[in-house]
């Protein structure tokens, strides 16, 4: 058989409707809930009643001595088997735009209306021409339309997608349209309501033939519109080469036992739903007694079909928590008790209905998990064979066996099949701390320069066993039997220059991430030195030099790998490397090791308490009609005129500062601190600031998420006793938020968690953690500090800790930012000077966001008034009318700083605010020189991958102030300007995110706003 095309599928008009990469609820609704009800019905009605149609209404019982609907039936079976090999190897033929089953769901919709209508609608003209019509009518649905239908539907689910907990949802909605066909309708509305009124009529029959045809066409047409074969698309059209014979496709799959398993499961599965359809109706008529009532049979068919109503949505909960194999063991044997039942009193219909209960209680997850199951084992055995084994026949051919060693060679050990069985059967296979993301891992594709542009694939790899690291130094073993396109690594390769590398290695699109809330990681990186990359090998092991899994060195052109390995645990650190070929097949050198730190992955890794200060908050949250009227009377201001430089402190806090001291003992080897606000925070050891991260936790949804820090602090706890200190401010939590300034958008009381682990040469680990012994004052120097309006700094003070905290509650349990942090760049140091007004007036050149610094020798008590903006007025003056809302009394945002002197040399740096300026106006009697003032830079640390250059000034300028906007825009949340409102808005972001990609790295960043906007 030669290649099908289907040409016609090519045409626009049966271009499929899903065109995310990601299953959406469209597709899971549209596509397999409602669209496979139809073909469900016709098929359901056929299995279960076509028989009471052959022998009750055309009389065929006895024909040719009860042997006709004896052997018929097998005789068509047998034929209906050999056809399905034969599907088979046709879809594995197909190529089309659509897919190689996809295309078969369209095909079957026209002839499961035709098939059905002529399998009821048999014409009265005699014996002989009404037992041809049942023979060719019976067979043209079972050989045509369902064989078409049924494998290209059920090969949907493993190929719409290789995400494990997107393909359970497609299983549940599948089989929930499978209940709503054969559990509900047929089998408890058709036998009350429909059987009795059709009876033994044959135009009835035909008329309810007519209805399921017409039912059946535009939903199996729903069905093809609304499903998508993505795993097909993503293999490309790597076909090269010869295609494995069938009779060696089916030797190479028969030597692996879970597909042994899991076709027997199938056969079984199959036969005993047949052995029931066609048995329980006259086994309810005959042993039960209540012939063709109805009655009897739809109470036998409600009281089995409670647990599956019951557990229709809560089947995969399970299965993701217990594991897809383990679930689907105990509905056998559950299932397997009811049938036991069942079978021991047959007659006695009240242990009957509770032997159905009980057998449909184990039917629910023995069936309900069986399309995800089945799509983890067709992975295993791509990965394993080299192809894929969609169905009862391996379909699509990707590799030829001999292609798998090609130029490079796998490193498979003796038992290393075991560990990737039991994740694909089930264990291991929770992804704690995202998936999105993994919940889903979407593609996203940014064209980095040195990188090439690839579809990054969303399955698992195999989990190898671990190895000495020895077995996997560089070149190790590359000697003895190497393949002939690898070759041994050379310092230059065949064009007198380097060997190609990798380089800037990520997980997760970070660099070296410490506390990573992924646990499985995405890992990427960029070739230099070379045209094209032909192969790859990545290597990661332990932090005692233990390899955990090695690729071995495999074909591919991808600077991108899904984590192959087990899952990260809470806390591991591990390294990993790669080396990669050249378009020759030259190997090069090995990269430097980057390192991967998980977080903490499980709310039961938490030991500390949220705390918070001991005070009451008497605010309440402002409600939407107190929102509407400070809008309205920030558009319509009173006095548009006025001047407001005073922050509005009713209702406000000074900054909380919270305090734990700490002795470390000898022999420290590790100190991890984990830490996050619903506020703003800043920690301390011994007066040093911890970590360079800024705004921390960053901005959030407090009530549905919230992002934690973690921070190596080993170099700062030498042995002996040390100081934890934290202050805590209002932030985006209950600071002021948005054009109009509301307050106490996400919560009123600010909190705090923190968890310091210490890890000692013998093995001993410490925590101190936050709870009732930390103590705590808010008579620190920070008097005011909100987002927009600025701070109010005394720098006479110093916290007294007098106070101990309050223990808090929080909904949310934290979880790892995975986004690169805020941190300072670039740096202004303007020369001071002279505004019209006679105050001094700072140009930066150039507008940013970010902070301003003080170094003034002063006395104490002295004051300096600092306010920043963008504009001057006509005059010449500061001015920040171009971006406050104003009524009576208020203003926002005021950009400023009040800051107090103490006696001697005084430095200042904004901590709990951010400001969007190119002027810095200062009113001080305190003497300010040059170099006393500078101005950072505050943005998410995205490394630039854009730049442009021309003899065109203006346009270079152009560009310069795109990337400006870029940064002064890019504070964890890609906002709509950094002055007035902050806020993601996605209008902005949409609009702006194409060239933002041009322009930085910002995967990570776009990850971290789209769960923003998820939340």
Same mark, same amino acid.
């Given at each position: ?17 899903v065109?995310?990469?990601?299953v ?7 596509g ?10 016709v098929?359901?009605? #056929?299995? *279960?009643y076509?028989?009471? %149609?052959y $022998?009750d !209404?055309?009389?065929? /019982?006895l024909?040719w001595? +009860? &042997? ?5 039936p ?9 056809v ?5 190897k ?15 769901? #369209?095909? *079957?919709?026209?002839?499961? %209306?035709? $098939?059905? !209508?002529l399998?009821f /609608?048999?014409?009265?003209? +005699? &014996? ?29 689910v ?7 907990e ?17 559990g509900?309708?047929?089998a408890?509305?058709?036998p009350?309501f429909?059987?009795?009124v ?46 494995m ?8 799959v028969m ?16 036969l005993s ?15 039960l007694?209540?012939y ?10 409600v009281?089995?079909g ?11 909960p399970?299965a ?30 009240p ?18 998990v ?19 084994c ?8 990707l ?10 060679q ?15 059967l089930?264990?291991?296979r ?5 998936r ?22 969303g399955d698992?790899?195999p989990?190898?066993?671990p ?34 590398r990798?380089?800037?290695?990520t ?9 990573l ?9 960029i ?12 290597v ?16 591919s ?9 087990r899952?990260?645990a809470?806390?591991?650190r ?30 039961s ?13 008497p605010t309440?949250r402002?409600?939407?009609l ?13 006095d ?27 022999g420290?080897?590790r ?15 011994d007066g040093?600031k ?14 549905k ?12 706890l030498?042995a ?43 093995g ?18 920070i ?27 929080h909904?949310v ?20 000077g ?12 150039q ?31 500061l001015?920040?009318?171009?971006i ?22 005084n430095h200042y740096?904004?901590?709990f ?17 040059e ?21 065109n000034e ?42 933002f990609?041009?322009?930085?790295d ?12 998820f939340?």
């Amino acid at each position: 058989m030669g290649d099908v095309r289907l040409s016609f599928v090519n045409k626009p008009v049966f271009n499929s409707r899903v065109k995310s990469d990601e299953v959406r609820p469209a597709e899971k609704i549209l596509g397999y809930l409602v669209g496979p009800v139809g073909p469900a019905l016709v098929n359901a009605v #056929l299995a *279960s009643y076509l028989n009471v %149609f052959y $022998t009750d !209404v055309l009389g065929l /019982t006895l024909l040719w001595g +009860g &042997l006709f609907l004896l052997v018929f039936p097998i005789v068509s079976k047998v034929a209906n088997a050999v056809v399905n090999l034969w599907v088979g190897k046709l879809i594995e033929r197909t190529h089309t735009r659509q897919g190689k089953a996809h295309p078969y769901l #369209l095909i *079957s919709a026209p002839i499961f %209306f035709v $098939t059905t !209508v002529l399998c009821f /609608t048999v014409p009265q003209l +005699g &014996l002989v021409p009404e037992v041809i019509w049942v023979v060719v009518s019976y067979n043209l649905f079972y050989l045509c339309a369902n064989s078409f239908y049924t494998m290209a539907h059920n090969l949907m689910v493993p190929l719409s997608t290789r995400d494990s907990e997107a393909r359970g949802s497609l299983s549940v909605m599948n089989n929930i349209a499978m209940t709503m066909a054969t559990g509900i309708i047929i089998a408890m509305l058709f036998p009350m309501f429909v059987l009795p009124v059709i009876g033994a009529n044959r135009a009835a029959w035909a008329v309810m033939g007519w209805i399921l045809g017409a039912v059946a066409l535009p939903l199996t047409l729903m069905g093809y519109y609304f499903t998508r074969e993505r795993v097909t698309e993503e293999q490309g059209e790597q076909t090269a080469g010869e295609p494995m014979p069938f009779r060696e496709q089916i030797r190479t799959v028969m030597g692996d036992k879970y597909w042994v398993i899991l076709m027997l499961y199938l056969f079984i599965y199959t036969l005993s739903l047949n052995f029931k359809n066609l048995s329980l109706l006259y086994y309810c008529n005959y042993v039960l007694g209540s012939y063709n009532d109805g009655i009897t049979l739809t109470l036998v068919n409600v009281i089995g079909g409670i647990p599956m109503g019951l557990g229709i949505f809560a089947v995969w909960p399970i299965a993701k928590r217990a594991g897809l194999r383990n679930t689907t063991l105990w509905g056998f044997v559950i299932l397997a008790v009811g049938s036991a039942i069942c079978a021991l009193f047959p007659t006695s219909m009240p242990v009957v209905l509770v032997g159905q209960f009980i057998k449909n209680v184990g039917c629910l997850p023995a069936s309900y998990v069986f399309m995800a199951l089945f799509a983890d084992v067709l992975d295993h055995c791509e990965w394993r064979f080299g192809f894929r084994c969609d169905g009862p026949l391996e379909r699509h051919l990707l590799h030829h066996p001999d292609r798998l060693r090609g130029p490079c060679q796998w490193h498979l050990q003796p038992h290393a099949w075991r560990h990737w069985l039991r994740a694909a059967l089930g264990r291991g296979r929770s992804d704690r701390g995202r998936r999105p993301e993994r919940r889903n891992q979407g593609r996203l594709h940014l064209l980095l320069p040195g990188a090439r542009h690839h579809h990054v694939r969303g399955d698992r790899g195999p989990a190898l066993a671990p190895q000495r690291r020895e077995d996997h130094q560089a070149g190790a073993g590359r000697d003895q039997g190497a393949p002939p396109g690898c070759h041994r690594r050379e310092d230059h390769d065949h064009r007198g220059g380097l060997a190609m590398r990798a380089i800037n290695l990520t997980a997760e699109y970070l660099t070296n991430p410490l506390g990573l809330g992924v646990a499985y990681p995405h890992l990427a990186w960029i070739d230099e030195d070379g045209v094209s990359q032909s192969a790859r090998q990545v290597v990661c092991e332990d932090e005692n030099g233990v390899a955990l899994w090695d690729t071995g060195c495999e074909e591919s052109a991808s600077m991108q790998l899904a984590w192959p390995g087990r899952p990260l645990a809470s806390r591991q650190r591990v390294t990993w490397r790669v080396r990669v070929w050249d378009e020759k097949g030259v190997e090069g050198p090995w990269s430097e090791s980057a390192t991967i730190e998980a977080g903490l992955f499980s709310p039961s890794d938490w030991s500390a308490s949220w705390i918070s200060g001991d005070y009451d908050v008497p605010t309440t949250r402002r409600g939407a009609l107190g929102n509407f009227k400070q809008m309205i009377a920030a558009i319509h201001p009173a006095d548009p005129d006025q001047v407001v430089t005073e922050p509005i402190l009713e209702g406000r806090f000074p900054v909380d500062c919270f305090r734990r001291a700490l002795d470390v003992a000898q022999g420290l080897v590790r100190a991890r601190i984990y830490i996050t606000t619903c506020g703003l925070y800043e920690a301390r050891i011994d007066g040093e600031k911890v970590g360079n991260f800024c705004m921390t936790p960053g901005h959030t949804d407090y009530r549905k998420r919230i992002q934690y820090q973690t921070y190596d602090v080993t170099e700062a706890l030498a042995a002996g006793g040390h100081e934890l200190t934290v202050q805590l401010a209002d932030g985006w939590y209950r600071g002021s938020c948005g054009a109009w300034g509301q307050l106490n958008q996400y919560g009123t009381q600010t909190k705090l968690l923190a968890q310091l682990e210490l890890t000692f040469a013998d093995g001993r680990t410490e925590r101190v953690v936050t709870g009732p012994d930390w103590q705590w004052s808010n008579d620190g120097p920070i008097l005011f500090a909100d987002n927009k309006d600025g701070e109010i700094v005394d720098a006479t003070r110093t916290p007294s800790y007098s106070g101990h905290v309050r223990v808090a509650k929080h909904p949310v349990v934290p979880t790892a930012s995975n986004n690169v942090p805020v941190t300072m760049h670039e740096r202004f140091s303007p020369a001071p000077g002279k505004a019209p007004n006679g105050r001094l007036l700072f140009d930066l050149g150039q507008n940013i966001a970010g902070w301003v610094e003080l170094h003034l020798d002063a006395h104490e008590g002295q004051h300096v008034l600092l306010r920043c903006g963008e504009m001057l007025d006509e005059d010449g003056n500061l001015t920040l009318k171009n971006i406050q809302c104003t009524r009576k009394g208020f203003a926002t945002p005021l950009q400023q700083v009040e800051y107090v002197c103490r006696e001697g040399h005084n430095h200042y740096r904004t901590t709990f605010c951010v400001f969007g300026f190119r002027y810095v106006e200062v009113e001080t009697d305190a003497r300010l020189g040059e170099g006393a003032l500078t101005a950072i830079a505050l943005y998410s640390d995205m490394v630039q991958t854009g730049s442009f250059e021309s003899s065109n000034e203006l346009l270079n300028r152009l560009f310069e102030n795109t990337v400006w906007s870029t940064k002064d825009n890019s504070l964890d949340i890609p906002t709509d300007c950094p002055t007035r409102e902050r806020h993601g808005w996605s209008g902005d972001a949409q609009i702006f995110f194409e060239t933002f990609s041009y322009l930085f790295d910002c995967r990570s960043f776009e990850r971290k706003w789209l769960h923003d906007l998820f939340d």
